[in-house]
């Protein structure tokens, strides 16, 4: 029974399997956990309100998960990686082996081991690169709470729009941590966002997208008390032709940190601000529609070339997810092997 509801939250939607997957407590650390708090965190993956998720997108995703079940059960059929919407039938097609495609941290690490849920907090990994070896620190933690990094990146879509301020999104919380505030806590100077917008202005066409990958510059806005100089905001995420999500290609995710090292480099260069380190998130592991391992090697990928013309950078990585904080030190964890 565990690897038919296994098999079916891996035929979930990209941006749904790890939901699923601790809804139903698949991911290593959330079996034990009451549903309340497995709730908790997948509201928070999926970026929506506890409450919202409860009555609306957990009903989904449990009606989503059954019909596959059954409808493998009532016409033999393995599952596959489908798109059920409702609870009526499914179609279904002939799946590959089932060591085809394990939990992410499989596809990084060659084992089936599930990715492990790291603590929050700040971890320092010592990582071989081609060039040397890198320390790179990987914070368990909400970016906007990171301090004394001289940049940090934001996760934007191709039209530059940051999320709302109330979004739990990368974008959204920078956008919040950096605007003006009255004594109350409201908005007066939303700093960040009218920068990005002035940037767009100067260098794109009002209404069209910029190539992903494209990277734009502000300053820190209020996240200056806290040691930050800049905010870089990576275009990396395409709206879908269809519904609300978004879709990130790792090639987008690469381009964006090569792009992100090189403008740093050239504002170092020119003596304006010192910068010497670069905190990055997992681009499209939320909304995004990226698988975290995916990301996450991709932005390694990238961090190889940056590193090896410039080695003098301090890099940090960035997740408020536990479960995605653990694939990344597997994929650091597999540059030894």
């Known amino acids: 029974m565990e690897e038919a509801l296994r098999r ?18 698949l991911l290593p650390g959330t079996r ?8 908790s965190m997948a509201a928070e993956l999926a970026d929506i309100g506890v409450d919202r998720f409860r009555k609306h997108q957990e009903k989904l995703l449990i009606r989503q998960v059954a019909a596959a079940i059954m409808a493998a059960a009532g016409t033999g059929a393995p599952m596959t990686h489908g798109n059920a919407t409702g609870p009526g039938p499914v179609a279904t097609a002939a799946a590959s082996s089932p060591a085809s495609e394990t939990p992410e941290a499989s596809a990084v690490s060659g084992t089936s081991r599930p990715p492990k849920s790291v603590r929050a907090g700040r971890h320092r990994v010592d990582t071989p690169f081609p060039h040397g070896e890198v320390t790179i620190t990987l914070h368990v933690a909400p970016i906007e709470l990171i301090e004394d990094v001289d940049v940090l990146v934001s996760s934007e879509n191709v039209y530059f729009e940051m999320s709302k301020t109330f979004r739990r999104t990368i974008s959204g919380s920078l956008r919040r941590a950096g605007a003006t505030k009255d004594a109350g806590g409201r908005i007066v100077d939303d700093v960040i966002a009218h920068q990005l917008r002035s ?27 806290r040691g930050v100089h800049r905010i870089f905001h990576a275009a990396v995420t395409t709206p879908r032709a269809t519904g609300n999500g978004y879709e990130t ?14 403008l740093a480099g050239e504002e170092r260069d020119s003596g304006e601000v010192p910068l010497r380190s670069v905190a990055l998130p997992l681009f499209g592991a939320g909304r995004g529609g990226l698988a975290a391992w995916r990301s996450a090697e991709a932005v390694l990928g990238a ?3 940056a590193l090896a013309a410039d080695p003098a950078w301090s890099v940090h990585l ?6 995605s904080a653990g694939v990344v030190l597997d994929a650091l964890a597999a540059r030894r092997r």
Request: aromatic content about 4%; proline content about 9%; cysteine-free.
């Open 8 to 25: 079916a939250v891996d035929g979930l939607d990209p941006g749904q399997r790890d939901v699923g997957r601790i809804t139903f407590g």
């Open 32 to 39: 034990a956990l009451p549903g309340k708090a497995r709730r």
């Open 199 to 225: 940037w767009s202005e100067r260098s794109a066409p009002s209404g069209l997208p910029v190539a992903p990958g494209t990277v734009a510059v502000t300053s820190a806005g209020a996240l200056a008390t």
């Open 303 to 305: 961090l190889e070339i």
């Open 318 to 323: 960035v997740t408020r997810n536990p479960v």
């Open 249 to 262: 290609a790792p090639e987008a995710v690469a381009l964006a940190v090569r792009r992100v090292f090189e």
